[in-house]
């Protein structure tokens, strides 16, 4: 590689070459998201607290 090249490299990017590549992030709607599933306990249910004391993930 030429030294022109390496030097060129370190440079940041152009908008016009931003422009030019795809975004990296996800775009998801908020409204379809569910935060908790049917049949899943929250973390501080007396169900999971339980679950998490028999897996020996807890100091309780």
Do not use: C, F, W
Request: avoid cysteine; charged fraction near 40%; aromatic fraction near 0%.
């Amino acid at each position: 590689m030429t030294r022109e090249r390496d030097e060129s490299s370190k440079d940041p990017m152009s908008p016009e070459n931003i422009t030019q590549h795809e975004p990296t992030a996800v775009k998801r709607d908020p409204n379809d998201q569910e935060i908790v599933q049917r049949g899943k306990t929250g973390a501080d249910s007396p169900e999971a607290t339980e679950k998490l004391r028999k897996s020996g993930m807890t100091k309780v």
